[in-house]
C-alpha cells in the first residue's frame, strides 16, 4: 500500500480518519463523536484518530489532507467551525504537522465533498464544478477549470450564505435570507410545523421527508419551497462562474425526488441564460466518505 493519503474530516457531530489509496479508495477508516466539552479534547479525539491511520499505514502515508467546517482561515491554517463552538482559531495544521511530520493542506469540507465527487464520484472530470451538501446546513466548494479554488482566505464556494430573500429570517451566520434559512433540514421542518404539519416538536427532516413521500401537503410544500431556494442559489452561482455541473449531497439530499424534482423544474425558470441551459444537477454518491476522499484529493492536488 505504497503512497498513502492521510485524510481527517472534522464536523460538529463525528470526526473521522482515514487512509486513501491512489486510485482513491478508502483503505482504513476511524471515526469517534465529536467531544463538546472544550478545545483539547476535541484534538485529544482527532489526534487519537491520526495516530491509529499513521499506525495503520505502516510508513507508507505520503501527506494529510484536512476538511473542516468553517470558517476556515488558510493563511492562519485555523478553523472555527460554527457547528463547533469550542474551536475558535484551532491552528488544526501546525498540530497535525508537528503529529505527523508530514506537508499539511487544508480546505473546506465543501471544496473537499466536491473534489471528492470529482475524483470518483457523481462530478468525475467536471472542469467547473459546484459540489455541495443540503443537510443540518448547507455548505458547498468549488472546482474551476479543474482545479480546487479556496478563495482569499479558505471559504470560497460556501453558498448556504448566498442570499435568496432579502427580508427573509435570519440566519445563523449573522445575515438574513440566506438559503440555508429555507433549504436546511431543521429550518424546513420548522416552516412545517409553522404552517400547520401535524408532528411532534421534535420532528425532525427524516420525519419531513416520510411525510411528504406519504402525501401531506404541507411536507411537500416545506420541500418545494427548499428546492426553490436551492435553485434559485445555483443559477446565481452558475452564471457567477460558468459551471457545468452541480452535484448535491446530505441528509435532505436523500430524500432523491423530493428534492431534485422540483429543483431542476425551478432551475429551468431561473437559469434563463444562454450558457447555463446545459448546467446539470446530480445527486452525489460517495456518501459519508466523501469528506475523507475529498480531503486527499485536496492534498494531492497540492
Not at 42 to 56: D, T
Not at 129 to 137: A, H, I, P, Y
Not at 180 to 188: D, K, L, W
Not at 199 to 214: K, T
Amino acid at each position: 500500500m505504497a503512497d498513502l493519503t492521510l485524510a481527517l474530516d472534522i464536523g460538529g457531530t463525528k470526526l473521522a480518519a482515514g487512509l486513501v489509496d491512489p486510485a482513491g479508495a478508502v483503505v482504513h477508516r476511524g471515526t469517534v463523536p465529536t467531544p463538546r466539552t472544550d478545545a483539547e479534547a476535541v484534538w485529544a479525539a482527532a489526534e487519537s484518530l491520526v495516530v491509529e491511520a499513521l499506525a495503520a499505514g505502516r510508513g507508507e502515508v505520503r501527506r494529510v489532507g484536512i476538511g473542516s467546517a468553517g470558517p476556515i482561515d488558510l493563511p492562519s491554517g485555523t478553523v472555527s467551525p460554527i457547528n463547533l463552538t469550542v474551536w475558535q482559531r484551532f491552528p488544526i495544521v501546525s498540530r497535525v504537522a508537528a503529529l505527523t511530520g508530514l506537508p499539511v493542506r487544508l480546505g473546506s469540507d465543501g471544496l473537499c465533498m466536491a473534489m471528492g465527487e470529482r475524483w470518483c464520484g457523481a462530478g468525475r472530470d467536471a472542469q467547473f464544478l459546484l459540489g455541495m451538501v443540503v443537510s443540518t446546513g448547507v455548505g458547498g466548494g468549488l472546482v474551476l477549470d479543474g482545479a480546487p479554488y479556496d478563495g482569499r482566505t479558505g471559504n470560497a464556494g460556501h453558498v448556504g450564505h448566498v442570499v435568496v430573500d432579502p427580508d427573509g429570517a435570519r440566519c445563523s451566520c449573522g445575515g438574513r435570507g440566506c438559503v440555508e434559512t429555507v433549504a436546511a433540514g431543521p429550518r424546513m421542518v420548522r416552516w412545517a410545523l409553522d404552517h400547520g404539519w401535524p408532528a411532534s416538536p421534535q420532528a425532525d427532516a427524516r420525519d419531513l421527508a416520510a411525510a411528504a413521500l406519504a402525501g401531506d401537503a404541507v411536507a411537500r410544500q416545506a420541500y418545494q419551497r427548499g428546492a426553490r431556494a436551492v435553485a434559485a442559489m445555483i443559477a446565481s452561482v452558475g452564471a457567477v462562474c460558468d459551471l457545468d455541473l452541480v452535484v448535491i449531497g446530505g441528509g435532505v439530499a436523500r430524500s432523491g425526488a423530493l428534492l431534485f424534482d422540483p429543483l431542476r423544474a425551478a432551475l429551468t425558470e431561473y437559469a434563463g441564460l444562454s450558457y447555463l441551459r446545459d448546467l446539470t444537477v446530480a445527486p452525489a454518491s460517495l456518501g459519508g466518505d466523501a469528506g475523507l476522499v475529498g480531503a486527499a484529493a485536496l492534498a494531492i492536488a497540492g
